[in-house]
């Protein structure tokens, strides 16, 4: 048995991305013992220290091979035009002219034949967990189309575990998602929110989309602890995909520090993307001494679930901050400005029973709503955790239950 398995985070480098790919593979090595699990990754040395028993396929030719214009340079840029034909459906025939232009045009040949022979060899293609199939990563969703269709190509079963879709505005986008969607052989939400709608849009069988949860609650719930913390946990996301930028951060940190002086806690920063969300913490704790330039102590996402638990109360603008926060039973009060974000907040407050806080950065008032809403859950704490965990359980099941229908699917008809 073989299984091929693309991802969120190829460079591995954010602790959100690396803990859904854990999940993923400790899940199908549970069902497949004996299985062997090729990974698409940036560096196999980083992907052995995060998942032991996989073996990496090198995201340099994965990348060169799918890109646009890969083939016919300028006149290969249509993401649906005559160049992703030859790449997903006469891959030998595309290997063939990589080869031949290899040397002049400096591709790595030999790494895009070992991603394409990935795909070929595969008895079982996986799409582990992310919200990549959106407007917001346009790369990402012409790579996972790349990959998908020549898993199609070669008669390969496919499945999409533990996706966030959306928003989808541009046409091409939009259809090679649905490409991608329609033909899947079961697809896991892990959000009912704003996944299904997509999912009914586009006419998929009912019978093969699920919602379970995002893959990462598992890690963060199986590592809670009983006692609430007594700080206020923060991440701050600044990047053009979340729309916040530095012009936000003193209104933010004034926000919090009202929150922290009728308290009486203190700041504990949350970083997941690393270092980047380091950066941000630093400007918005400036001199308390929490301050650290090794990223708080946080070099795994066991190091930030713990780190979490030093709080009663998380504000975030990263996803994964609060999905890990939420799993352990600590509320939250999501900050969002660009549609990406205020979708996937959405989503993921929705299946946590809607008991948490979203602010939307551009209305009038948003930072005083922070310090509002962060004082109200701070009272709420207590009585919230029980409902929070429930909630975290009951997404660990329905995400276990999906990898078993796989397993049974693939045991049957091979699906």
């Known amino acids: 048995m073989r299984i091929l398995v693309d991802q969120s985070g190829h460079g591995l480098d954010n602790l959100g991305d690396v803990s859904m790919l854990q999940v993923a593979v400790r899940r199908l090595q549970t069902h497949w013992p004996d299985a062997h699990i090729d990974v698409l990754a940036a560096d196999a040395d980083r992907l052995n220290s995060v998942c032991s028993g996989v073996h990496c396929v090198p995201t340099s030719g994965y990348f060169e091979y799918a890109r646009p214009g890969s083939l016919f340079g300028p006149l290969g840029r249509n993401p649906l035009g005559l160049e992703r034909d030859i790449l997903v459906s006469n891959p030998d025939i595309a290997l063939s002219l990589f080869r031949f232009t290899s040397v002049v045009r400096s591709k790595p040949y030999d790494e895009m034949l070992a991603y394409v022979n990935a795909v070929r060899n595969a008895d079982l293609v996986v799409f582990s967990g992310g919200g990549y199939l959106c407007d917001t990563w346009p790369m990402m969703v012409i790579f996972v189309h790349t990959t998908f269709m020549l898993a199609k190509h070669f008669r390969k079963p496919t499945v999409l575990l533990g996706q966030g879709i959306g928003p989808?505005?541009?046409?091409?986008?939009?259809?090679?998602?649905?490409?991608?969607?329609?033909?899947?052989?079961?697809?896991?939400?892990?959000?009912?929110?704003?996944?299904?709608?997509?999912?009914?849009?586009?006419?998929?069988?009912?019978?093969?989309?699920?919602?379970?949860?995002?893959?990462?609650?598992?890690?963060?719930?199986?590592?809670?602890?009983?006692?609430?913390?007594?700080?206020?946990?923060?991440?701050?996301?600044?990047?053009?995909?979340?729309?916040?930028?530095?012009?936000?951060?003193?209104?933010?940190?004034?926000?919090?520090?009202?929150?922290?002086?009728?308290?009486?806690?203190?700041?504990?920063?949350?970083?997941?993307?690393?270092?980047?969300?380091?950066?941000?913490?630093?400007?918005?704790?400036?001199?308390?001494?929490?301050?650290?330039?090794?990223?708080?102590?946080?070099?795994?996402?066991?190091?930030?679930?713990?780190?979490?638990?030093?709080?009663?109360?998380?504000?975030?603008?990263?996803?994964?901050?609060?999905?890990?926060?939420?799993?352990?039973?600590?509320?939250?009060?999501?900050?969002?400005?660009?549609q990406y974000y205020i979708d996937k907040f959405s989503g993921l407050f929705d299946m946590f029973g809607n008991v948490c806080e979203l602010v939307l950065l551009d209305e009038p008032g948003a930072y005083e709503q922070i310090t509002k809403k962060a004082l109200s859950l701070w009272k709420q704490a207590p009585s919230l955790r029980p409902v929070l965990l429930s909630r975290a359980k009951s997404q660990i099941e329905a995400s276990q239950a999906a990898y078993s229908l796989v397993e049974q699917s693939f045991a049957t008809v091979g699906i």
């Open 168 to 338: 989808l505005s541009s046409s091409p986008l939009k259809e090679m998602v649905r490409q991608v969607l329609a033909r899947a052989d079961l697809i896991s939400l892990r959000e009912g929110l704003l996944g299904p709608k997509f999912a009914a849009e586009f006419g998929l069988d009912e019978s093969k989309v699920i919602v379970t949860g995002d893959d990462a609650i598992e890690i963060a719930y199986n590592k809670r602890c009983d006692s609430i913390g007594d700080s206020l946990g923060i991440n701050i996301r600044i990047a053009g995909y979340s729309g916040v930028d530095e012009g936000s951060i003193e209104n933010v940190r004034a926000a919090l520090l009202k929150v922290v002086g009728e308290t009486g806690s203190k700041l504990v920063a949350l970083p997941i993307a690393l270092p980047a969300d380091t950066v941000t913490a630093q400007a918005i704790l400036q001199d308390s001494d929490d301050i650290s330039a090794d990223n708080y102590g946080i070099g795994s996402n066991l190091d930030f679930i713990a780190r979490a638990q030093l709080c009663r109360v998380v504000v975030t603008g990263s996803y994964h901050a609060a999905v890990f926060s939420l799993s352990q039973g600590i509320p939250v009060v999501g900050i969002a400005k660009s």
